[in-house]
Each structure stands twice: as C-alpha cells, then as structure tokens.
C-alpha cells in the first residue's frame, strides 16, 4: 500500500496540523507549571514529613487513596480534563480548562493519577 503523503503547511513545511498544535499545547502545558492555583492545590493537601528521611520536608496526600507521598511521586491532576487542542476553535476551551482555579485541581499519587487518565480515555 503506497504511503499517504500528509500536508505540511506550518513551519515553511516542515510540519503538519497535527505537528504544530501537539507543539501549542506542550508549549502551554509547560506554561502552566508556573500557574499559582495549580501550585495552590499541592500546598494545600501537603504536611510536614512525619517519614525517616529527614531530607524530605513535605509529604502530599493524595486526594482518591488517601496515602502520603513524597511530591516528586505526585500529580496535580485537572478534575475537569482538558481536551483536545486539533484546532484553533479549540483554543479557548482548552486554555480555560489548563489555566482553572484552585477548584478544578486534584493532588494524586503516580499509582491513582496514572489509573484515572486510563479511566478517561476509556
């Protein structure tokens, strides 16, 4: 079967739909690391560690177990997904949904952050 040639009319050709919004939407996720309600979120389900390992100054709750964790093994996670971003009618949708108040983020551990996006997809 011959190959299906696909458009590339971003980036002076080099790059297809697909390419180019899959790089806004890294681009804004990485924005949103910086986002203060985000951060909020974390603050709020953290407590000083109670763990043996003295260099650990937090642990994190995470909101569907209920276990405490370390925070490099959590996620903040959206309650309300994003959504795709295929398109600039897109756009709006998603940047509202990314950039939510306090509200719209739960903190989760790997495991439970990790069996939720498989839930969703489903």
């Not at 939407?25 to 985000?38: E, M």
């Not at 959590?74 to 990314?98: N, Q, T």
Request: proline share 6%; hydrophobic share 30%; glycine share 4%.
């Amino acid at each position: 079967m011959p190959r299906k040639l696909v458009e590339k009319p971003y980036n002076g050709g080099q790059w297809s739909t697909a390419r180019y919004f899959s790089f806004i939407r890294s681009a804004l996720r990485r924005a949103s690391v910086r986002w203060g309600p985000k951060n909020e979120a974390a603050t709020d389900a953290r407590r000083p560690s109670k763990s043996r390992n003295k260099r650990l100054k937090w642990e994190f709750q995470c909101a569907d177990c209920g276990k405490w964790c370390a925070r490099k093994d959590a996620s903040v996670h959206h309650i309300v997904p994003c959504g795709p971003l295929k398109c600039y009618d897109d756009l709006p949708l998603f940047v509202e949904r990314l950039f939510c108040e306090k509200e719209g983020f739960v903190l989760l551990c790997d495991k439970c952050h990790k069996a939720r996006h498989e839930k969703e997809k489903k």
